[in-house]
């Protein structure tokens, strides 16, 4: 948990992405679009609580990068009102991630892990029922 008083000795890690929900994925082409996000710099994905999410490593325009403070404090979005102090970013190993892909390469393995698999274990499956046959 973050400390009161913390944001000031903070560069604003929380003003420095953004993170959208994404459906979830359920077909391998699902999967495969996801891989594409990911083939971009500074993309991520991640899963929480079972549900998807975009991340975009991005800097706010309105972070000051010479104090790291706010420059539109009083008419900051709704969303940055609501941001919890208490789970924030400055708190290494804060979020528990159920899955974390950071690269294209991370989701290629994982398609393969789950699709390809599958498949072998079905043909398996369908080749000893064959034999009993
Ligand atoms: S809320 Fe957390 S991450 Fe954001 S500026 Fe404050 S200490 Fe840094
Ligand atoms: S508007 Fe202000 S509080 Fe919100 S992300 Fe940008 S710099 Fe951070």
């Not at 800097?59 to 940055?80: A, T, W």
């Not at 072998?120 to 034999?131: F, H, Q, S, V």
């Amino acid at each position: 948990m973050a400390k009161k008083g913390q944001c000031g000795r903070c560069a604003g890690l929380c003003c420095r992405y953004f993170a959208l929900p994404i459906e979830t994925p359920e077909t391998r082409a699902d999967y495969e679009d996801i891989r594409w996000y990911l083939c971009h710099e500074n993309v991520s994905v991640f899963v929480e609580d079972g549900d998807w999410y975009l991340s975009v490593k991005n800097v706010c325009r309105h972070l000051s990068q010479e104090d790291y403070r706010c420059g539109i404090y009083q008419r900051r979005p709704k969303i940055c009102r609501k941001y919890k102090h208490a789970d924030c970013d400055s708190v290494p190993g804060e979020y528990d991630y159920e899955l974390h892909f950071t690269c294209d390469k991370d989701m290629d393995e994982y398609i393969r892990v789950k699709f390809d698999n599958n498949v072998t274990e079905k043909r398996a499956i369908r080749n000893i029922k064959r034999r009993r046959a």
